[in-house]
Structures are given as structure tokens and as C-alpha cells.
């Protein structure tokens, strides 16, 4: 019953926040979920490919967090321009409130010299938020001595969703095994507020940036055909509104097996240390990782868990009728993280 009124008075405090806004749910297998890192990255593949990914945080509160992810994404053949779709859903409190995104996607690349390459990328779409008010407890519902009487409440319960427009814009440049991106989200800033406020409390959601690095560094003396050994250094900065976080780590990669590491801080504290292991066969691959929580929140009683990931994706450029071509084509292997 406890957790239970702390979901409902977080969910409380969301609808209810003021210059604060809303943050976006960020992957630690950000790599495995490319067109919600940058639009620019639909299409980095030469044949289309499908990804999902689930994430559930703070396992010691079952279901307080959950957010589930799906993307496609084509490139166009023989042309620099590709497409995505992708859609994104943060439920939290147990279902009580949601928030979900959807975006087209569209990138093109351009050879800026004879190295350097440039991927521009653009995306527009609808962002909802929802809020189930059965779930919630009102004052009027609560007795001092019974607790929860089973009453109806008097509140006037409107506007429980609201869709506004979203859009997002991003670049990358890479050159050789090397990469670097920055991307904005939330450009127009939609209002996802559920109760009238005053306009000067809540001005939308706030933009999101990125600026992520990193590549694909093959290790020649290990390497084979049947088993490549790569490594994957990686940097991500994402900031939001007052809050801002810094991914740093690799994942090492043998034959059909890799394993990696990661470390978060969100500035003001370290927020967790990250550790990643996956696999990969043909056209597919899984991932898996377990957040181990850094910050003063591991001390609350009771425990907050760790946050679990879990990512798939179908690469349809891995097949075997097309690694021909990918060789042919010289395809860049800095990019390999993402596929």
C-alpha cells in the first residue's frame, strides 16, 4: 500500500509540475536504439532493419518505470537519402500515466571532402500523454480511519490525454572507423500539461540535446573472418531542461559475442555503472544490461533495485546474401555499433 501512494503521489507531482517539464526516458543501450539517439542515424545500415527495445527501472517498485521502443528504418538503394519510423512509450506508476511519441524520419548524407562525411536528419511527429484516473486516489476518497472508502470522486476528471506536435533535427559526421553527432528534440516544445495552469508555469517540454562520439576499431592482430574482434569507445552527453547526464564506456566484440561497460553521472552525482552483454547471429541480435544505481537513492529503505534492458534487433544487411555487397561497397564499419 505504501509504494503504492508513492507512485500515485510521483504521478501527482508530474501532472501537477511547473517550470520543471517533463524528461525523456534514455537508454542505456543508447547505441541499440539509434533513431532516438539522433535522426540522422536512419538508415547508417544498407538494407532495412527493425529494433525493439524494453527497459524497466528500479526493479524494488514493480512497474514504476517501464519504457518500451520500436523502430524501422530503409535506405533508399544507390540514393543518400533514408527513412525511419519510430515510436516510444514511458509508462509510469503502474500504468496510471503514459507518455508516448511517435516520428517519421528522414536523413540524407552528403561527402563534404574525399574523408569526411556528413548525415543530416530530420524528424516530425506527435508526442501524447495520458493519465488513467481510476488508478489515482483523490482526497475525497480517503477516511482517516478506513483508509481508502471505495467512494466515487467529486473531482471534475477532464482532458486525461493530449497530443501536440513534436520535431527534431540532428547531424553526424564521420570519417575512417571515427563519428561524432549532435541532435535536438522537442524543438517546438509541445504542451503535454493535463490540468489548466498558468502559461507562465509550464512552457512544454524541454528540448533535448545530444552530443554522442565514438567508432569502430577493429583489432587486426585478433581478427578473422569467421570472428571479427572490434572494440566500440563511446561518449554520450545528453542534456534536458536543468538535468544533464554523461555515458562513458566501450563494449568488446568476438565472433558472435560481446561484452561492455559503461559509467553514468549525472554532474551533481554519480548515477550508475552499466554493464552490457549481447550476441549476435546473422541478421539478429540481442542485448542485454543491468544499471547498478551510484547514487544516494541505493540508500533509500527498502532498496530502489537496479533497472534492467533488454534489446533486439533484426540488421537485414547481415545476411549473407548482402555481406558481399557490404564489402563491395566499402561499407564503414564506424557505424557497426549501431547495426
Not at 5 to 12: F, K, N, W
Not at 132 to 158: H, P, V
Not at 226 to 233: E, F, G, I, S
Request: net charge positive; proline share 4%.
Amino acid at each position: 500500500m505504501l509504494n503504492k501512494l508513492c507512485l500515485l503521489l510521483l504521478v501527482s507531482s508530474i501532472i501537477l509540475m511547473g517550470k520543471l517539464g517533463a524528461q525523456d526516458a534514455v537508454f542505456s543501450q543508447f547505441y541499440a536504439a539509434p533513431l532516438q539517439l539522433n535522426p540522422a542515424l536512419a538508415g547508417v545500415s544498407i538494407a532495412p532493419r527493425v529494433g525493439v527495445n524494453y527497459r524497466t527501472q528500479y526493479g524494488a517498485y514493480p512497474n514504476a518505470y517501464r519504457t518500451f521502443a520500436v523502430s524501422y528504418e530503409q535506405p533508399f538503394e544507390g540514393k543518400p537519402s533514408s527513412i525511419g519510423l519510430t515510436g516510444i512509450s514511458n509508462v509510469q506508476a503502474d500504468g496510471a500515466y503514459r507518455i508516448t511519441n511517435f516520428k517519421v524520419i528522414y536523413s540524407y548524407e552528403v561527402r563534404v571532402t574525399k574523408e569526411l562525411y556528413a548525415r543530416l536528419g530530420l524528424s516530425l511527429g506527435a508526442i501524447q500523454t495520458r493519465v488513467d484516473f481510476n488508478q489515482l486516489l483523490f482526497g475525497d476518497q480517503l477516511d482517516a480511519i478506513e483508509g481508502n472508502t471505495g467512494a466515487a470522486t467529486a473531482e471534475d476528471l477532464i482532458a486525461s490525454n493530449k497530443t501536440s506536435f513534436d520535431a527534431g533535427a540532428g547531424i553526424v559526421l564521420y570519417s575512417g572507423p571515427l563519428f561524432g553527432g549532435f541532435s535536438l528534440d522537442h524543438l517546438t516544445r509541445p504542451d503535454e500539461s493535463l490540468i489548466e495552469l498558468n502559461q507562465n508555469l509550464y512552457a512544454g517540454r524541454p528540448i533535448r540535446m545530444n552530443v554522442h562520439f565514438g567508432g569502430q576499431i577493429k583489432l587486426k592482430r585478433y581478427t578473422n573472418r569467421r570472428r571479427p574482434a572490434y572494440v566500440t569507445p563511446n561518449l554520450l552527453y545528453s542534456r534536458q531542461a536543468a538535468f544533464q547526464q554523461l555515458d562513458l564506456g566501450a563494449y568488446f566484440g568476438y565472433g558472435k559475442f560481446f561484452l561492455g561497460g559503461w559509467y553514468r553521472h549525472a554532474f551533481e552525482n554519480a548515477d550508475a555503472a552499466i554493464a552490457v552483454v549481447g550476441f549476435r547471429e546473422g541478421v539478429l541480435r540481442i542485448g542485454y544490461s543491468y544499471d547498478a544505481t551510484l547514487s544516494a537513492l541505493r540508500t533509500v529503505p527498502g532498496g530502489l533495485g537496479g533497472t534492467h534492458e533488454i534489446s533486439m534487433s533484426l540488421n537485414f544487411g547481415d545476411s549473407k546474401a548482402l555481406q558481399r555487397k557490404r564489402f563491395r561497397s566499402r561499407f564503414n564499419d564506424c557505424f557497426g555499433m549501431f547495426n
